[in-house]
Nanobody
Framework: QVQVAESGGGLVQPGGSLRLSCVAS????????IVWYRQAPGKQRDLVAL???????SYADSAKGRFTISRDNAKNTVYLQMNSLKPEDTGVYYC??????????????????WGQGTQVTVSS
């Protein structure tokens, strides 16, 4: 049973930065594509960024140029560095995993039970 824990959220002013962490236990972490999602109040969970087993990254248009996803397989951790934050980045951030295809692809749906997420609030 995989347990995932997100952390690093908080209240930040527009233009500020946060670094989120996603730690997974009970799984062979390095074989998976890891995905970060954001769920704004009253809205569905949207993909923000992902990183494949070969560390190929992909971003939602809203995150390009501002967010950077990275992974440290030795620590079973994926990070999401968020810079130049905007009020529309507000939401609960979650991570999950998908099966990898080679080192740069992925397929299928989310594999893990959802964690508690970490709240990010961007407000002046």
């Amino acid at each position: 049973q995989v347990q995932v824990a997100e952390s690093g959220g908080g209240l930040v002013q527009p233009g500020g930065s946060l670094r989120l962490s996603c730690v997974a236990s009970g799984s062979i972490f390095n074989i998976y594509t890891i995905v970060w999602y954001r769920q704004a109040p009253g809205k569905q969970r949207d993909l923000v960024a992902l990183i494949t087993s070969g560390s190929t990254s992909s971003y939602a248009d809203s995150a390009k140029g501002r967010f950077t996803i990275s992974r440290d397989n030795a620590k079973n951790t994926v990070y999401l560095q968020m810079n130049s934050l905007k009020p529309e980045d507000t939401g609960v951030y979650y991570c999950n995993a998908r099966n990898s295809v080679g080192s740069s692809g992925y397929r299928g749906s989310d594999l893990w039970s959802w964690g508690q997420g970490t709240q990010v609030t961007v407000s002046s």
